[in-house]
C-alpha cells in the first residue's frame, strides 16, 4: 500500500489516465456482466470516479439490461485501455447499487439530467416523451438514475512495451498483493 492507503495499482492506474489526457479512452471503460440466459454482455460506459481505495463509481439507468443481469450475478469485469502508455488493466469484482446517490445526481448537467427522462433504454423513440423533459433547471432526481459501485477484488495490468510485454496481477485477499505474471 502506498502511504495514503491507496493500492498501488491505482498509482499506476492514475499515471496511465495523467499521460492519456483528454482523449476519451481516460474516462471510457468496457464493463461486461452475464445476462440471465448466462451470455456474456459487453457495453461502454463512463467512469466517475471513486467511492473507496478499490470501489468504482458508473451510473444507470434502472430499465437498462445490466441491471437485471447484475441482479441474477453481481460479478462484473471491466476493461480499461490506455493508448499513450499501451496499458490495458482488467478489474474483476461485485457491482452493487448505492443507495445514496444524490450528490452524484447533484454533480451532473441539466443537460445530462434531463436524458434520464427519456424514453426506456432499447425502446423505440417517442419524439414526444422523449422531448417532454427538455433542458431546464432543477429537475427533480429521475427514479431512473442509479449509481453502480464495482468493488474491485483482482486488477490484471498488461503493458504491450517492445521487446517483451510485461504483466501484473494484484489480488485483494487481506491486503493487496502485487505479483509479475508471464505476458
Known sequence: MLENNLPSWRQDLKSSRKKEGKLPSNRWIQLATVSVRNEPRLRTVVFRGWNKDSSMIIFSDRRSEKIEHLKSNPNAEILWFFFKTKSQYRLKGKISELSDNKNYWDTLSEKSKSSWFWGSPGEKINQ?????????????????????????????????????????????????EKKEINP
Open 128 to 176: 414526444k416523451l422523449d422531448s417532454a423533459y427538455e433542458i431546464s433547471s432543477n429537475l427533480p432526481k429521475s427514479e431512473n438514475f442509479i449509481v453502480l459501485n464495482f468493488e474491485i477484488d483482482s486488477v490484471d495490468l498488461l503493458k504491450l512495451e517492445k521487446p517483451i510485454h510485461k504483466r501484473y496481477l494484484w489480488e485483494k485477499k487481506y491486503k493487496w
